[in-house]
């Protein structure tokens, strides 16, 4: 059965740092692959997505991710976070098996800036 | 922009009350989606529907059911509510391969 794990369920990070949050996934298919934020008491809105081309996707409020497929892995990352950034992140999978074609999410990764 | 509304942010009701949740997208897509959000759980779909009157169950659609009259309007009822159904409640449209959340509707049954 397909799933997504984020590996880190809070990630503390100081303001101007890097920060990476971390997503796998298992499915025996082709996969489109997207990352979501959700802002306190809002709903969830497109950070980026993959679907094919290019495995470095770039995306809204400076971040990026990479899709590894030997790795299954689909990793976001920012160069300098801003308090702003605070947040919680899902990352989230269709694979590709006929039919209606689910969106399965993660669990969930809270980030959290500090000044 | 796609726009995706929730009638509510927020809502109280009493056990047993018969609820409404109402969705409406702008931009003509024939997909929608009902979830509810929980701490730990992540997001879990509770029914979708690819056309107007069609439907379908999702993951949790015990307790749940929806009306699709019209193409923009996704509506989300809770028949009985009860205490467990305390949660927030999102609403999405998709275009091709990507989902458009609403706000959320949280949801609060005494």
């Known amino acids: 059965a397909q799933s997504v794990t984020q590996l880190d369920s809070q990630v503390p990070v100081f303001e101007e740092a890097p920060v990476e949050l971390r997503c796998n996934y298992s499915?025996?298919?082709?996969?489109?692959l997207f990352w979501y934020v959700q802002y306190p008491n809002q709903g969830l809105q497109l950070l980026l997505k993959?679907?094919?081309?290019?495995?470095l996707v770039k995306g809204i409020n400076g971040f990026e991710a990479e899709f590894n497929k030997s790795q299954t892995s689909f990793h976001l990352r920012k160069p300098s976070v801003h308090i702003s950034d605070t947040a919680e992140y899902f990352c989230a999978v269709i694979p590709f098996s006929g039919g209606y074609n689910k969106l399965i999410f993660g669990a969930g990764t809270r980030l959290a800036v500090h000044p | 922009d796609v726009k995706v509304t929730q009638s509510s942010r927020y809502l109280v009701k009493r056990t047993g009350e018969k609820v409404f949740l109402e969705c409406v997208q702008d931009?003509?897509?024939?997909?929608m989606f009902w979830y509810r959000q929980d701490p730990g759980l992540g997001l879990r779909l509770i029914y979708f529907?690819?056309?107007?009157?069609?439907?379908e169950k999702g993951d949790i659609p015990e307790g749940y059911s929806v009306s699709r009259e019209k193409k923009e309007r996704f509506s989300l009822i809770l028949e009985s509510a009860s205490t467990n159904q305390t949660s927030m409640y999102l609403c999405?449209?998709?275009?091709?391969?990507?989902?458009?959340f609403g706000p959320g509707t949280r949801l609060l049954v005494l």
């Open positions: 999405a449209s998709r275009d091709r391969e990507t989902q458009y």
């Open positions: 529907s690819y056309d107007v009157k069609m439907k």
């Open positions: 931009m003509d897509h024939e997909n």
């Open positions: 499915s025996s298919v082709s996969v489109y």
């Open positions: 993959y679907l094919s081309g290019s495995t």
